[in-house]
């Protein structure tokens, strides 16, 4: 584990997982916790029980929009189903990252509240970077602000 980041986090982290990311979710838990960090961990915790994404994406996102959690992480096979159901989450900015770039734009640039990972696209090392990152990474604002104002306001007009 790497000690190179500091994080820009001041809430609970909370944190979810399909079937096919149990094993990864319960690593970067654990790595989070040892970091210092409150750590929420929503499941699911059997990889032998295949479950639906949905539900677990709207839950955790939940925790976010209500401000039980400042941020979520969900990690899921591809991440790419994960993505597309937390961000019909109004308020919910979910960003799916593959490597550190996509993390620290994720972050950087959109405000991303939801990190999204895939199980079957990272090992565990690569994993671990992307979510430094992002947690790491802070909001820059200024013209990054205007162009997340402008999402949320397509998100209101879609009546969301």
């Known amino acids: ?15 979810a ?10 690593l970067i838990a654990s790595r989070l ?11 699911t915790n059997d990889p032998e029980t295949v479950v ?13 929009t209500s401000a039980r959690a400042q941020y979520g992480i969900f990690v899921g096979g591809t991440g790419q189903g994960e993505v597309i159901a937390c961000n ?8 799916g990252c593959h490597n550190t770039l996509t993390a620290e734009v994720s972050r950087g640039h959109n405000n ?25 990474t802070p909001f820059k604002g200024g013209r990054h602000a205007e162009r997340v104002a402008m999402i949320e306001k397509i998100e209101e007009a879609s009546g969301r």
């Open 1 to 15: 584990m790497s000690n190179n980041h500091t994080f820009v986090v001041t809430g609970p982290i909370v944190i």
């Open 17 to 26: 997982a399909d079937h096919n990311g149990v094993a990864l979710k319960s």
């Open 33 to 43: 916790r040892s970091a210092g960090l409150a750590v929420q961990d929503q499941g």
């Open 52 to 64: 639906d994404y949905p539900p677990l994406c709207a839950r955790l996102c939940e925790e976010v």
């Open 88 to 95: 019909k989450i109004k308020g919910v900015r979910a960003g």
């Open 112 to 136: 991303a509240n939801v990190l999204v990972i895939g199980s079957k696209l990272l090992d565990p090392d690569e994993a671990w970077r992307v979510v430094e990152t992002w947690l790491s």
